[in-house]
């Protein structure tokens, strides 16, 4: 089966950096994206990593070893307005056309 | 602009009633999605679209139906064999080639009284 792993919550400084973690099980693996959702609102992509490594975008940055089954989101320079749930998520399927959405990692950001 | 339409954002039904929530996408995207979304959790997957006339069943179809006869339009009918269709549901479409990613609309907040 398909299942991604991630904490359920993150409690951070107004800017610090913090890291959210995911581990990944897949029948294939297709890469790993990040999405961002504030509370009532929609998921928006943040990044995705195809192969091993880090991606950077402004103050987030996401990593991936596929040897490991894992990938984290960093986000530096914390603003109050990081607070959100961020999610992991997998393409899967033999055409890749389905995405399996860890539970989500809820970062409460404190001034 | 381009985007993702959902409506209405809130919704209220009767037990026992037939509900049906709009998605529209003007991107030109071909596959569309349909995700539940309860509290404190992530999204799961209802019913996706590939293509105009042709849709899979998700991970948690039962109880749901959809149809696909415009690119544009992906509706979801929340029928009363949901037991607990009380949640968040979020409309997404993807471009094609681009698995990765997804564009979701607002969302609907369905309550059933």
């Known amino acids: 089966g398909q299942s991604l792993e991630q904490p359920s919550e993150v409690t951070a400084v107004e800017g610090a950096i913090v890291q959210i973690n995911c581990t990944y099980q897949?029948?294939?693996?297709?890469?790993l994206s990040w999405y961002q959702q504030h509370d009532g609102g929609a998921p928006t992509f943040l990044s995705y990593n195809a192969l091993d490594g880090l991606e950077e975008t402004g103050r987030f940055s996401s990593f991936l070893s596929r040897s490991d089954s894992y990938g984290y989101l960093l986000l530096q320079e914390l603003q109050m307005k990081d607070s959100a749930s961020y999610f992991c998520?997998?393409?899967?399927?033999?055409?890749?056309?389905?995405?399996?959405f860890g539970s989500g990692t809820r970062l409460s950001i404190r001034p | 602009d381009g985007g993702i339409t959902q409506s209405p954002k809130y919704l209220f039904r009767k037990e026992g009633q037939n509900v049906t929530l709009s998605c529209e996408q003007n991107?030109?995207?071909?596959?569309m999605y349909w995700y539940r979304q309860d509290p404190g959790q992530g999204l799961r997957l209802i019913y996706y679209s590939q293509i105009v006339n042709d849709f899979q069943k998700g991970d948690i179809a039962e109880g749901y139906s959809v149809s696909r006869e415009k690119k544009e339009s992906f509706p979801l009918t929340v029928t009363s064999a949901q037991k607990n269709p009380t949640a968040f549901y979020l409309c997404a479409s993807r471009e094609r080639g681009a698995q990765h990613e997804q564009f979701f609309g607002p969302g609907t907040r369905l309550t059933v009284l």
């Open positions: 897949t029948s294939g693996f297709y890469g």
């Open positions: 991107l030109n995207h071909d596959a």
């Open positions: 998520a997998c393409p899967y399927s033999s055409s890749a056309s389905k995405i399996i």
